[in-house]
């Protein structure tokens, strides 16, 4: 199992453009989430997934977009990318949000950078 | 309602123990502890669900006080590969939330 993947691992871009993030997991895993880590700071929720089809905002989704067509693959788009939005990203798994089933298996990250 | 994590950081010498606390102000139903190494993921070390139980991983264990929102995770006989970041992570009102996290240096 490779678990939880995302890709790039690094990407520069400038003030205005888009992009997409890639997460794919081979776990099988209902719930999917999409985090952002500031430099020396915590992890903020951007958006989940609950099953494919099913999306929901988390604590700051401000200017991004997320789908969810499969189980495995919970993609997040960068509209008109901005400074702020520099961070890495995190993509989590997890089989359910109750009990034992929250445990969530994280991603190797993404590291944007807006200039 | 970010639960509060305390302290901010702490350095240890090998073989010290430590204590890192996290406290909500809203009823938590379960924890989780994580563990994030510089430049890397966070990956999971345990989770305590309700019922004042204790778990352990290795030399860290951790305690749930439901009533007083309160869960602490102790780290004993500390090595260098405890180094590192850890966060409680609790549901919250935008599904998951993670704590503010305490930095924790082992020097040998």
């Given at each position: ?101 929250e ?13 | 309602?970010?639960p509060?994590q ?15 606390n996290c406290s909500s102000?809203?009823a938590l139903y379960s924890v989780h502890w994580y ?10 070390l345990m989770i305590l669900l309700k019922?004042?139980e204790?778990k ?6 951790a305690s749930f006080n439901e009533?007083?929102q309160q869960s602490s995770l ?13 966060f409680c992570g609790t549901p919250g009102?935008?599904?998951?939330i993670f704590g ?9």
């Amino acid at each position: 199992n490779a678990g939880v993947t995302q890709t790039p691992k690094f990407r520069i871009l400038k003030i205005g453009q888009s992009m997409t993030l890639q997460c794919t997991q081979d776990m099988n895993h209902n719930y999917m989430y999409w985090y952002r880590q500031d430099p020396g700071m915590g992890l903020k929720l951007i958006y989940y997934s609950v099953g494919a089809g099913i999306t929901d905002k988390g604590e700051v989704p401000n200017g991004y977009n997320v789908s969810r067509s499969t189980t495995e693959d919970f993609p997040l788009r960068l509209e008109l990318a901005a400074p702020s939005q520099t961070s890495v990203y995190f993509c989590a798994s997890s089989y359910s949000d109750r009990a034992a089933g929250e445990t969530q298996y994280f991603g190797p990250g993404t590291r944007l950078l807006v200039l | 309602q970010q639960p509060v994590q305390s302290p901010q950081a702490v350095i240890l010498r090998e073989g010290e123990d430590a204590v890192i606390n996290c406290s909500s102000s809203k009823a938590l139903y379960s924890v989780h502890w994580y563990r994030q190494k510089h430049g890397e993921a966070p990956v999971f070390l345990m989770i305590l669900l309700k019922g004042g139980e204790q778990k352990g991983h290795e030399k860290i264990s951790a305690s749930f006080n439901e009533k007083k929102q309160q869960s602490s995770l102790y780290l004993t006989a500390s090595q260098l590969s405890y180094s590192g970041t850890y966060f409680c992570g609790t549901p919250g009102t935008y599904k998951y939330i993670f704590g503010t996290g305490t930095r924790l240096k082992v020097l040998a």
